[in-house]
């Protein structure tokens, strides 16, 4: 059980297009999911929370126009990066929170590696 | 915010030996911190948490302790093995929307 998944799972596009990563938990409901960041040889950087159904709250530092996030259902989570440039380029893991049994357990999906060209 | 710091940040034994890798936290608040171990490329698989409730925890070669006072907690692996060889990384939840803070992580390299 707990199991994330995430699509696509490498990415290469070229500078000036938006990107869509979608984050999906396949067995549980998630009424909150994670993005987070990583950098080569470095921790997962929070970057928002997203919540079901609302807003989602973004860390400081990180653009909410630049980076979109739509929680649509309780199994869906999508993180869109707006107009990417090379610098964006990166491993974007998402996370999600089960609604039932332990509420702090985050499950982590496989990740989404990044390259704008 | 909370703050998380981690060390060592990379960390080489021998096979068999035991491994402890150590943290330390800044908010009082937080009440529960997982630990996960991460290969290259792949996603963090959670491999054993604690609250804070209890000073101690034992999965069969991994253990955890907790303490509040000093807002420390460490993971010790015993017994190590080649495929323990990884990236660690602890966190912890300060309650407010359970948010995780991960600290810096650790490159664990286990050595035949």
């Known amino acids: 059980g707990a199991v994330v998944s995430q699509h696509p799972s490498w990415v290469i596009c070229k500078s000036g297009t938006s990107v869509k990563i979608e984050c999906r938990s396949l067995d549980f409901q998630a009424t909150t999911m994670f993005w987070y960041r990583q950098f080569p040889k470095q921790s997962l950087m929070l970057m928002a929370t997203?919540?079901?159904?609302?807003?989602?709250?973004?860390e400081q530092g990180v653009e909410k126009d630049k980076f979109l996030i739509n929680h649509a259902s309780l199994t869906l989570s999508t993180l869109t990066v707006t107009s990417a440039h090379p610098e964006d380029s990166s491993f974007y893991i998402c996370s999600a929170r089960s609604t039932q049994g332990v509420s702090e357990t985050q499950y982590f999906g496989p990740g989404t590696r990044l390259l704008v060209l | 915010g909370e703050n998380v710091e981690q060390h060592p940040s990379t960390l080489s034994v021998q096979e068999g030996d035991s491994a402890v890798i150590k943290c330390t936290y800044s908010?009082?608040?937080?009440?529960?911190f997982p630990w996960y171990k991460q290969e290259l490329g792949k996603r963090p698989q959670l491999i054993i948490d604690i609250r804070s409730n209890v000073g101690e925890k034992k999965d069969q070669r991994i253990a955890v302790t907790l303490n509040k006072t000093a807002k420390h907690f460490s993971l010790h692996i015993t017994e190590t093995q080649p495929e323990d060889s990884a990236v660690y990384f602890c966190?912890?939840?300060?309650?407010?929307?359970?948010?995780?803070?991960f600290g810096g992580g650790t490159r664990l390299m286990v050595k035949p």
């Open positions: 908010d009082s608040a937080s009440n529960y």
């Open positions: 997203s919540n079901e159904g609302s807003k989602a709250t973004y």
């Open positions: 966190a912890a939840s300060s309650g407010a929307g359970n948010m995780l803070t």
